[in-house]
């Protein structure tokens, strides 16, 4: 079947399928690759086009109500492929420690190990264009380019990897496929706008056009596969049997969303730069592309009761004249770092420093609906970003241990600057969505299971990092990606 | 682009402190006999020479002192900024490079020891803040 266009169905047309997905970034397209194979017959609705447009981009628009983000129209891409149009690439799987019992958290973590999830992440490596090995030792992968690691501490801080993918963009790579498959339809511009309620059940989802057309697709089984914003948003508008949103029966629905805080501007001064090429160059091995990374040992997590972080380092040659124009400490930083190494030239290097952490799970840290609304006269949502005193002291922790290490490994000293001398650091985001409906046995503490189905809904499923109960560090594709192909052996089971 | 001297490993410090030790054992305090001047004195001097860009010091030295409680003196920050196992005539007649190795294994240790310090977002080990200090006294 060809990709078509929702705008061109005639109104109030009603549309059948076994199974509606419902959004087409990575996770909705593979899962129609997937379920295609087996000849279940689907829909895709995507409320996107090929290309971006401002008009549907504007559906995103909403409300910070809590820390500072990005817009929320900005931090996310409404198109054929979703975020896989813009992004950077990088693919790491969650570490088997964050699949636990978050730290210091009143809250349980997955409902299964990462054992479980290992083919399904070999498969989404290799859909995303990586090695599919798995292996993340910084030690294997230096080893085979004859690269030099810093020595540090293993106990402490090591030596891993980042892969990065092309970066696969799906709609292009796997578009195509989905599109010729007999037993899927592709519908462009489908605004999803409600899921109807009907005894235990999603009987049908309703989409809308700027031009007042709607139409209906009925369905024995849906399956949410749009970003951790939108998940809570669509649930929360469509009333459902309490009237407060579908799945919201214990009002956990759009609570606990996670990002990933980055700390972006620490820099470290250092006299060797060789030493990092690891580190701050990218290593291309038989197609795969990584780059070196530091990550806080298990051991040291465990022992500081802190979340799960990295610190990766790019170079700033360029930067480096104004940074020591307008840091009068650092000069001074640069003397002792001289001094004791006995470097005859007053010029050192600068690498910057960018930490990415591990956000606990918050109820308080949340997506609600707002007042204002969209041209369908749907709410907008409100994200309530909150950290917890667990996140700064994690990113504390990290910064410290970090340079710490470097320090004594006789590499430099690092700098991390204070924010206003109130809050710790600047922290920033990472256009990461996750936690808003949490995997979880327990009903009343998440919103879906651990086959991903809504608690209390019979045929409603979530492939999205919405459903993430612990977040970790590492960038969410390939993560959403295992759990998609592991729903898709779920519903090609209970579908056969 | 960066310097081509070597990095300071651990290994490389305690081989310093071994050799250093020997030297100390037999070299003569011929810095001190020459010039009647105290040994802290001289000491001091010795750390201050190794670092150039006195100003950029100066601002750490001056974060040091108005943190500490009450009047520094210079020669308590001698005694603690060196090794506890040198003394202080031993460390006046050590080479330059000696010195550099002594400070180097001595802030090392601080690392590894968790005397670290925080200052406005640059972590440094406790002796380096030391040295600061000890450049600033010496200006004033």
């Known amino acids: 079947m060809a990709i078509r266009d929702a705008r ?43 290309e971006r447009s401002d008009e549907s981009q504007d559906l995103y628009r909403g409300e910070n109500i809590g820390e500072d983000y990005f817009e929320l129209d900005l931090t996310r891409v409404r198109q054929f492929g979703g975020s896989t149009n813009h992004w950077e690439g990088y693919c790491r799987p969650l570490d088997r420690e964050d699949f636990d019992r978050p730290p210091a958290a009143d809250l349980e973590g997955w409902p299964f190990s990462r054992s479980e999830l290992i083919d399904h992440y070999r498969e989404a490596s290799r859909l995303c264009e990586i090695d599919d090995s798995l292996e993340l030792s910084g030690e294997h992968w230096a080893s085979r380019v004859g690269a030099g690691l810093i020595d540090m501490e293993p106990t402490t801080v090591r030596s891993e990897v980042l892969f990065r993918s092309p970066p696969t963009n799906f709609a292009r790579r796997y578009g195509p496929e989905l599109a010729e498959a007999d037993s899927v339809s592709i519908y462009l511009h489908a605004n999803v706008v409600e899921l109807t309620w009907e005894q235990d059940r999603v009987s049908s989802v309703r989409i809308a056009h700027f031009n007042g057309a709607t139409q209906t697709i009925t369905a024995s ?43 972006i501007t620490p820099h470290l001064v250092t006299h060797d730069l060789d030493q990092f090429s690891f580190y701050t160059e990218e290593t291309v091995i038989e197609n795969t592309r990584l780059i070196g990374i530091l990550t806080l040992s298990p051991e040291l997590r465990s022992a500081r009761a802190i979340g799960n972080a990295t610190a ?19 000069k001074g930083v640069r003397s002792l770092v001289g001094g004791l190494n006995d470097l005859t030239s007053p010029e050192q290097e600068l690498l910057n420093v960018r930490f990415i952490t591990e956000q606990v799970p918050n109820a308080r840290s949340r997506v609600v609906l707002s007042s204002h609304h969209d041209p369908f006269g749907l709410p907008r949502i409100a994200l309530d970003w909150q950290l917890h005193p667990i996140d700064y002291h994690t990113i504390r922790k990290a910064v410290e241990t970090v ?14 600057p204070t924010h206003g001398g109130l809050l710790p650091y600047r922290i920033l985001g990472g256009n990461h969505h996750m936690g808003t409906t949490r995997l979880s046995e327990d ?11 809504v608690h209390g809904v019979e045929n409603l499923y979530i492939a999205s990092s919405s459903v993430f109960p612990t977040g970790g560090w590492a960038n969410p594709t390939l993560t959403i990606l295992a759990l998609t192909l592991r729903l898709a052996d779920h519903l090609k089971e209970s579908s056969g | 682009m960066s310097e081509s001297t070597p990095r300071i490993d651990r290994r490389q410090i305690l081989i310093g402190m071994g050799l250093t030790g020997l030297a100390l054992a037999t070299w003569p305090t011929s810095w001190l006999l020459a010039t009647g001047s105290s040994a802290t004195d001289i000491a001091a001097e010795r750390i201050a020479a190794l670092f150039n860009g006195r100003d950029g010091l100066d601002g750490l030295g001056q974060q040091y002192l108005r943190s500490a409680q009450g009047r520094v003196d210079p020669k308590d920050l001698v005694e603690e900024i060196l090794p506890p196992s040198i003394g202080l005539r031993a460390f006046v ?29 640059w972590i440094l080990s406790r002796t380096e803040m030391k040295i600061a200090a000890l450049v600033t006294l010496r200006g004033i």
């Open chain 2, 93 to 121: 007649d050590a080479s330059d490079d000696e010195v550099r190795l002594l400070l180097s294994a001595r802030v090392a240790d601080d690392f590894v020891s968790h005397r670290i310090t925080s200052v406005e977002g």
């Open chain 1, 443 to 453: 009903p009343t503490r998440g919103v879906v299971d651990a086959s991903l189905r």
């Open chain 1, 221 to 263: 089984k849906f399956v949410l596969a749009v970003g951790g914003l939108e998940v809570p948003r669509l649930l929360l508008v469509s009333p459902g049997p309490h009237g407060n949103g579908i799945g919201n029966q214990h009002d956990q629905v759009g609570r606990y969303f996670m990002e990933h805080p980055h700390l």
């Open chain 1, 8 to 50: 061109d169905l005639a109104p109030g047309e009603e549309l059948t399928a076994d199974i509606c997905i419902i959004g087409a970034g990575p996770a909705g397209i593979v899962l129609g690759l997937e379920l295609a194979r087996t000849g279940i017959e689907v829909v895709v609705l995507e409320g996107g086009g090929e």
């Open chain 1, 403 to 416: 340079g710490t290490q470097l320090a004594n490994a006789g590499l430099g000293r690092l700098n991390a």
């Open chain 1, 312 to 330: 990766v380092l790019q170079t700033a040659s360029n930067f480096g004249q104004r940074w020591s124009d307008a840091d009068p400490l650092g």
